[in-house]
């Protein structure tokens, strides 16, 4: 069974209340939560976690994320859609 977009963000919820002492894996969280709520805004044509990988990894160069926050948030995709 694939995740919903409200599971994951059940799921998020649960991890930013374990990860409070750990800024890296709060950034992930709050990254991934934003481009979560920006794919909602329209139907999916392919599975979450797909939608989501293309999502963060259109944005990554942009933003100027390091090695290590791209790999934490697309593992972070991984466990939860």
Excluded at 21 to 31: G, M, T, V, W
Excluded at 53 to 78: C, Y
């Amino acid at each position: 069974m694939s995740a919903t977009i409200d599971s994951v963000r059940k799921e998020l919820d649960k991890l930013e209340q374990l990860a409070l002492d750990e800024p890296d894996h709060l950034f992930a969280i709050s990254y991934l939560r934003s481009h979560l709520d920006l794919i909602s805004e329209a139907p999916l044509d392919c599975p979450l976690a797909e939608a989501l990988e293309r999502a963060v990894e259109s944005t990554f160069d942009a933003d100027n994320m390091s090695a290590s926050d791209r790999s934490e948030v697309l593992q972070l995709i991984s466990k939860l859609a």
